[in-house]
């Protein structure tokens, strides 16, 4: 199919030789993860987990872990929290696919620091300024990084597509202007 769609073929090109400028974008990106995912450990470390199971009720009593436990609620741990720098990488990479960003960040506004070696239920709306921490995550992972990845294909694409319109992508530079000198005459 790539032999007899030109089109594909310069596609297929263009994403092959962006290859090794993609891997320097990637490293880039994983620095970038890496430190906001060391920030969000520090920050969240063990308070996303809360009180789940119980009616409005009971759980406007439950306070700890181990409140919630008493009533006959579970303590829940989400998939996406900050406990290690791992699941915190994790959880980063998810949000920049902008795919339950919000969720997230709502319990990190919600969280509430452990108290005596005891997990706290979170309080809505606790700390509304750790939202500034999500937002400038989203605006340079989702916006920036994202964009760099693009970038580097287009102007990788831009480079070939100029390449074939000069003539074939094997020919060489002398060729080239061989192909432009019998052009011109």
Not at 13 to 33: E, G, H, R, W
Not at 77 to 106: C, K, Y
Not at 146 to 160: A, E, T, Y
Request: with cysteine.
């Amino acid at each position: 199919m790539i032999s007899r769609n030109p089109g594909m073929k310069l596609i297929v090109t263009a994403l092959l030789s962006s290859l090794p400028s993609m891997t320097n974008v990637t490293i880039v990106c994983c620095l970038f993860l890496l430190i906001f995912a060391i920030m969000g450990v520090d920050l969240f470390k063990g308070q996303f987990d809360y009180c789940n199971g119980l009616d409005d009720l009971l759980l406007a009593k439950v306070v700890s872990s181990k409140d919630c436990l008493d009533l006959g609620g579970t303590w829940y741990h989400p998939p996406e929290n900050f406990d290690d720098t791992i699941s915190g990488f994790q959880t980063l990479f998810e949000m920049m696919s902008t795919e339950g960003w919000l969720d997230v960040m709502h319990s990190g506004v919600d969280s509430v620091a452990p108290v005596n070696g005891l997990q706290m239920n979170p309080v809505k709306n606790r700390t509304p300024l750790m939202s500034i921490y999500f937002v400038v995550f989203m605006i340079f992972g989702s916006q920036f990084i994202l964009n760099l990845f693009v970038g580097v294909i287009m102007d990788n694409f831009n480079k070939i597509k100029d390449k074939e319109e000069l003539g074939s992508l094997f020919v060489t530079d002398e060729q080239r202007s061989w192909i432009d000198a019998h052009k011109l005459g």
